[in-house]
């Protein structure tokens, strides 16, 4: 079984907890646009999706779901959403497709999370998936250097990587930048969490924490739930 097969395993296994009239957070990614063809599929009565980026907006409506925005919903169902780390109690890594700042709003907002992945997302430690972190443009360099300091007070040497593809830098949906910061080994994820956040510059982090309520994980040997 291939990684792809486990996160459509787990996708769909996310697919069928979605109840006719329900609002749903659709998530970004490739295990997450698992979801969103399987939701499709499913052709449940008056399913309204919100998606956390422009790509999963035109994947869901090109598979004909109705798609609202954040602000025109009172109020989110479910969100069901990929992770690239998953650890001890749910905590999780997300931002390596860049839409974590999207994604946490949309999180926040949701009565329920529900993550989905791949058995090789799962960890024992937070870390060795390069943590994505979401800063504003104008001064960008300058909010390197503090994000550093913070760094350095966790025994983190190394600098972040500005992402970028093609020798350019990558723009998020909400037109910030995305440090990637190779942390090794997150021993204290919440402490770091809120560090991170008090940076002027900084908008957010891939860092997502007491969120997720379960996890759908595609196994070899079918999908496992953690709650
Ligand atoms: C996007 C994310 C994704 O959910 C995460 O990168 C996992 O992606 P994939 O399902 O393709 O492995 O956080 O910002």
Known sequence: MTADDQKRAAGEAAAALVQPGMVVGLGTG?????????????????????????????????????????DEVSTIDLTVDGADEVGPALSLIKGGGGALLREKLVWENSRRCVVIADAAKRVAMLGKFALPIEVVGFGHKSTMARICDVLAEFDIGMAPRLRSRDGAPVKTDSGNLIYDAACGRIEEPAALAAALKSVTGVVDHGLFLDLADMALVGTPDGVVTLE
């Open 30 to 70: 490739s295990t997450a646009a698992w979801f969103v063809k399987a939701l499709a599929a499913r052709g449940l009565k008056d399913i309204v999706g919100v998606p956390t980026s422009v790509a999963t907006a035109d994947l869901a409506t090109g598979l004909g779901l109705k798609i609202k925005q954040l």
